[in-house]
C-alpha cells in the first residue's frame, strides 16, 4: 500500500469549449462517452487476458488475434477519451475507474481450453459492440453526430472482430 496516496472518486468536471452542442446534451454525451471508455478499457484489458494465458494447438493463431483486437480495443479508448475531452469533459480513464464502471462481467480465471477463451473475448466483444451500436441512437437523439460516426466506427470495427472470434466456435 502506498502511503500519503489519497483515494478518489472520478469529478464530474467540465471546461469551456466552442463546441455548439447545448451544455445539457453534452453532459449526456460525455456520461456515454465515458461509460464506453471504461467498457473499452475493460474489454483491452480482458482481451490482453486471453492473450496471455491461451494455450493449446491453437496457441499461436490466437495468441496473435487476441493481441490484435486489444490493439484495436486501445484505438477506442483513446478516440472515447479524446471525444469527451474535445466536449468539454473530463475522461474518466484509470484503471481503477474503468474497473468500477465497466459493464462487462469479469473474466473466468478457471478456463484452459483455447475455444473457452475466444468464447469469453467473444461474449465481451458481443456485449461491447451491441452497446455501442445502442450509443449511435442515442448520440443522433442528441444530435451529436460526430460521436454517432466514432460509435458507428468503433461497432464496425469491432463487429468485424467478432465475426473473427465466433468463426472459430462455428462448425
Known sequence: MMCGMPTTKPATRSFTTSVDLPAADRAKVIKLLNQHLA????????????????????????????????????????????????????????????????????????????????????????????SAREAIDTADKLEDANTADLFTEVSRCADKYLYFLEAHLQD
Open 39 to 130: 467498457d473499452a478499457s475493460d474489454f483491452w484489458s480482458q482481451a490482453k487476458q486471453a492473450h496471455w494465458n491461451v494455450k493449446g494447438p491453437d496457441f499461436w493463431q490466437l495468441h496473435k488475434l487476441f493481441d490484435e483486437v486489444a490493439g484495436e480495443a486501445a484505438g477506442w479508448i483513446d478516440e472515447f477519451a479524446e471525444r469527451v475531452t474535445a466536449l468539454g469533459g473530463y475522461a474518466t480513464g484509470t484503471v481503477r475507474m474503468a474497473a468500477s464502471s465497466s459493464r462487462l462481467p469479469e473474466f473466468p480465471t478457471d478456463i484452459t481450453d483455447s475455444m473457452a477463451y475466444v468464447k469469453a473475448v467473444a461474449t465481451r466483444l458481443a456485449a461491447f459492440t451491441n
